[in-house]
């Protein structure tokens, strides 16, 4: 140190700069580089008029309080030595006053000043007494608080300016896992659910980088301020409704306490809920809420019979199970394999489990379902709910109660076929593609006798029969790559445009591999109405589909008919002269 001392507790001095170490309470952890190039020019030109204030260490060194900024400026200049204003303090005098420095300075960035009041909450206890200590109203200083439980992809976001401070606030009241989902709907709400919230927040940095600077919105605009509370209004947080459990049961976790006080409990939390417009009681802690659901199915578990005990979903399955020796079913009389059910150890869905009337066969057992249950609209019985006893049976090959996976081989999609049948589809096949080809042929040949087609008589051969987007439309791109040009193209006088409005006359919805099997008189509605079409156009040709009659042989049947009454008049003058003879 250099200079003399003002008095004795209390001295300015010209510090040497590498005796001056920062101070872990500087509640700033980052600078605008801009606004740091001019305090560097600013001190270059003028030198630098306020003191930064330190106190002393025991080591002969001091401590940085305040003038993080000036002290960096200084560095940059590579000064040999800095104006400081000495003063023994406390480190809970040195906390507050770097504080209320930085706080009465240029604008500390939200986070670190929310990491700042918490660091003080923790030693006075209120956000009354913190606001009194640094001259900030109460909501204030309440309101950054609530920035001190974000999850670190939305401090990023909040860091990296993709979203605002009135976004934080609204994210920091919901759980860390209702935050992340909202946060990424705020972000971006086309993200699918496969999307990872870290992959948005990268998107939309890049996003940003690659625009012009003088561009200042419009690539990574989040939500609104007003719609993101309307979403968690919405979407966010479970209904505490559909909890089996009792909202008053505090031993179900200790840890969290009952629902009916918890401050998640949007009901029970005006001062961070009040605001916002949801008329039922929603937990807004989804990883609680599901700690508890799992509490409360062990617990009914353990009271059905203990871990043996079958455990339900409501989602269904085909899929046989893995599978077990059934205890009950076995007898000594039997032989071992004979009976097996669903291993109780694994989740079972509904297919490998059938709900059954008790001792309606020697198999049911007891079963707790762990999840909630989606019933149809029109459905007669209400939705179970997780923890719900009910006696099942989840034996394999029991004729009361057959299984999903047990169904015979003609009822499973893709299931082996009989050989008669796969050769009435492989002939069916070919004769929808000689069915195709022969379409393509006529229209062709009606197509090549016209040298141009007017524009409504386009629109109506090709425009309206393209599919939008269908495997028909894979079909078109296999046969015909590139008809979209042609069309474009409007070479409508030409044998490739006479391809594609053959193609366009294909009806696939009416030619498939069962058309053959039932759909016969359909099938001659549209060769009748093409054929219409076309002669129309101007073809005067045969129809290709009726079958050409068969020309009766004259010659044949008229020697046939001389012949019997060439045989019938035989018989007849036998007799006629046996009667002469007789007579004479």
């Known amino acids: 140190m250099t200079g003399p001392a003002k008095d004795a507790e209390i001295m300015v001095e010209d510090v040497y700069l590498y005796l001056i170490n920062p101070s872990p309470f500087n509640p700033r952890k980052s600078v605008d580089p801009a606004r740091q190039h001019d305090l560097v020019e600013s001190?270059?030109?003028?030198?630098?008029?306020?003191?930064?204030?330190?106190?002393?260490?025991?080591?002969?060194?001091?401590?940085?309080?305040?003038?993080?900024?000036?002290?960096?400026?200084?560095?940059?200049?590579?000064?040999?030595?800095?104006?400081?204003?000495?003063?023994?303090?406390?480190?809970?005098?040195?906390?507050?006053?770097?504080?209320?420095?930085?706080?009465?300075r240029e604008d500390v960035p939200a986070l670190e000043e929310a990491d700042a009041y918490e660091a003080l909450r923790r030693e006075l206890g209120t956000a009354a007494a913190i606001a009194a200590r640094v001259g900030k109203p109460v909501e204030h200083v309440t309101k950054r608080l609530r920035l001190v439980a974000l999850g670190a992809h939305t401090r990023q976001a909040l860091a990296e300016r993709l979203i605002t401070i009135d976004h934080a606030l609204l994210l920091a009241r919901v759980g860390a896992e209702e935050e992340e989902a909202a946060l990424k709907w705020c972000l971006d709400r086309t993200a699918g659910s496969t999307v990872k919230v870290e992959k948005v927040i990268?998107?939309?940095?890049?996003?940003?980088?690659?625009?012009?600077?003088?561009?200042?919105?419009?690539?990574?605009?989040?939500?609104?301020?007003?719609?993101?509370?309307?979403?968690?209004?919405q979407s966010v947080g479970r209904k505490l409704s559909v909890a089996p459990w009792p909202l008053d049961d505090g031993l179900l976790v200790p840890s969290a306490g009952t629902c009916a006080g918890c401050p998640s409990n949007t009901?029970?939390?005006?001062?961070?809920?009040?605001?916002?417009?949801?008329?039922?009681?929603?937990?807004?802690?989804?990883?609680?809420?599901?700690?508890?659901?799992?509490?409360?199915?062990?617990?009914?578990?353990?009271?059905?019979?203990?871990e043996k005990t079958p455990r339900l979903s409501g989602k269904s399955s085909s899929v046989r199970p893995k599978m077990?020796?059934?205890?009950?079913?076995?007898?000594?009389?039997?032989?071992p394999g004979e009976h097996y059910m669903a291993d109780p150890a694994k989740v079972l869905k509904e297919g490998q489990w059938v709900e059954a009337k008790p001792a309606s066969c020697g198999n049911t057992v007891a079963g707790v379902t762990v999840d909630w249950e989606e019933v149809g609209y029109y459905s007669k019985r209400a939705a179970r709910k997780p923890g719900t006893l009910l006696t099942?049976?989840?034996?394999?090959?029991?004729?009361?109660?057959?299984?999903?996976?047990?169904?015979?081989?003609?009822?499973?999609?893709?299931?082996?076929?009989?050989?008669?049948?796969?050769?009435?589809?492989?002939?069916?096949?070919?004769?929808?593609?000689?069915?195709?080809?022969?379409?393509?042929?006529?229209?062709?040949?009606?197509?090549?006798?016209?040298?141009?087609?007017?524009?409504?008589?386009?629109?109506?051969?090709?425009?309206s029969k393209v599919p939008k987007w269908s495997p028909g439309l894979k079909i078109w791109a296999a046969l015909l790559p590139g008809y979209q040009k042609t069309l474009k193209a409007g070479a409508v006088d030409s044998v490739e445009f006479a391809r594609v409005a053959a193609l366009a006359e294909i009806e696939y919805a009416e030619l498939h591999m069962d058309t053959y099997d039932g759909l016969e008189e359909d099938v001659k509605v549209g060769r009748a109405g093409l054929l219409k079409k076309v002669r129309g156009w101007g073809y005067a040709g045969p129809d290709p589909w009726s079958k050409p009659k068969a020309e009766k042989p004259a010659k044949k049947t008229v020697a046939k008919k001389t012949a019997v009454?060439?045989?019938?008049?035989?018989?007849?003058?036998?007799?006629?002269?046996?009667?002469?003879?007789?007579?004479?």
């Open 565 to 584: 009454k060439k045989a019938a008049g035989k018989p007849a003058k036998k007799v006629a002269a046996k009667k002469k003879g007789g007579a004479a």
């Open 43 to 104: 001190i270059r030109l003028h030198g630098i008029h306020t003191p930064l204030l330190v106190r002393p260490m025991p080591d002969g060194a001091v401590e940085l309080i305040a003038g993080s900024r000036r002290f960096a400026a200084a560095g940059a200049l590579e000064l040999e030595t800095v104006p400081c204003l000495v003063r023994p303090m406390t480190d809970e005098q040195a906390r507050e006053l770097a504080l209320v420095d930085n706080l009465q």
């Open 202 to 233: 990268a998107d939309r940095i890049e996003r940003r980088e690659k625009m012009p600077a003088n561009i200042h919105y419009g690539y990574s605009e989040p939500e609104s301020v007003l719609k993101l509370k309307f979403h968690i209004e």
């Open 392 to 463: 099942v049976c989840t034996t394999e090959g029991c004729k009361a109660h057959p299984k999903s996976y047990e169904k015979s081989s003609k009822d499973v999609p893709g299931a082996q076929i009989s050989k008669a049948e796969q050769e009435r589809l492989e002939k069916n096949k070919a004769r929808e593609v000689e069915e195709n080809k022969l379409r393509m042929a006529l229209v062709a040949a009606a197509l090549e006798q016209m040298r141009t087609i007017p524009e409504t008589a386009l629109r109506e051969i090709v425009a």
């Open 267 to 306: 009901a029970a939390n005006d001062s961070l809920f009040g605001d916002l417009n949801i008329a039922e009681a929603t937990c807004s802690d989804g990883i609680c809420f599901e700690a508890k659901r799992a509490a409360f199915v062990h617990r009914k578990i353990l009271e059905a019979g203990g």
């Open 324 to 335: 077990v020796l059934h205890p009950k079913a076995y007898g000594p009389d039997e032989k």
